[in-house]
Antibody, heavy 119, light 107 residues
Framework: QVQLQESGPGLVKPSETLSLTCTVS????????WNWIRQPPGKGLEWIGN???????NYNPSLKSRVTISVDTSKNQFSLKLSSVTAADTAVYYC?????????????WGQGALVTVSS | EIVLTQSPATLSLSPGERATLSCRAS??????LAWYQQKPGQAPRLLIF???NRATGIPARFSGSGSGTDFSLTITSLEPEDFAVYYC?????????FGGGTKVEIK
């Protein structure tokens, strides 16, 4: 059974860079798309972007200038960096895997990591 | 960007009743639409993909229908554990988007 686990600081100062890592267990990261999704408190879901094991990335245009997603196949991990954060970036950040190699529906999710942007 | 509009925002029903949730896309997404259930403090759970296919382990009381721009999720007889927020999501193009959600609450 595939499991995903987010890790990283829960508090980030304004203007700094948010960094999270998703560790994948129970399966290889060397297939499928690996995604980051966030949810501000009490609000809906926003797709941030994804990466394939080849390193190919896609980003939401609303965040593209600030986002970098990378993959480390040797550690079965992928990571998110979001620069120049503001209070509007406060959210629960989820990592998620697609249902299959050929679609972009999210069948496997991490438990979520709350990141608060505050000084 | 494809905008997904869900209605109603809140649905107040009693256990045993039928729930019908709607998701409308701003342009055709063919059948590339999924439904998720989210309970407080939990990650979303995939219920339906490709408009009408139930994900593994999802009870038969959940069904999805539609194509193009109009979709629905039906729960035939609400169980206590079904009271939650439901989101639709499209993958018609590479910019993945979610609807704003429908909260199904106990009446």
């Amino acid at each position: 059974q595939v499991q995903l686990q987010e890790s990283g600081p829960g508090l980030v100062k304004p203007s700094e860079t948010l960094s999270l890592t998703c560790t994948v267990s129970g399966g290889s990261i060397s297939s499928y798309s690996w995604n980051w999704i966030r949810q501000p408190p009490g609000k809906g879901l926003e797709w941030i972007g994804n990466i394939y094991y080849t390193g190919t990335t896609n980003y939401n245009p609303s965040l593209k200038s600030r986002v970098t997603i990378s993959v480390d196949t040797s550690k079965n991990q992928f990571s998110l960096k979001l620069s120049s954060v503001t209070a509007a970036d406060t959210a629960v950040y989820y990592c998620a895997r697609a249902l299959s190699e050929f679609d972009l529906f999210f069948a496997y999710w991490g438990q979520g990591a709350l990141v608060t942007v505050s000084s | 960007e494809i905008v997904l509009t869900q209605s109603p925002a809140t649905l107040s029903l009693s256990p045993g009743e039928r729930a019908t949730l709607s998701c409308r896309a701003s342009q055709s997404v063919s059948r590339y639409l999924a439904w998720y259930q989210q309970k407080p403090g939990q990650a979303p759970r995939l219920l339906i993909f490709d408009a009408s296919n139930r994900a593994t382990g999802i009870p038969a009381r959940f069904s999805g229908s539609g194509s193009g721009t109009d979709f629905s999720l039906t729960i035939t007889s609400l169980e206590p554990e079904d009271f939650a927020v439901y989101y639709c999501q499209q993958r018609s193009n590479w910019l993945l988007t979610f609807g704003g959600g429908t909260k199904v609450e106990i009446k």
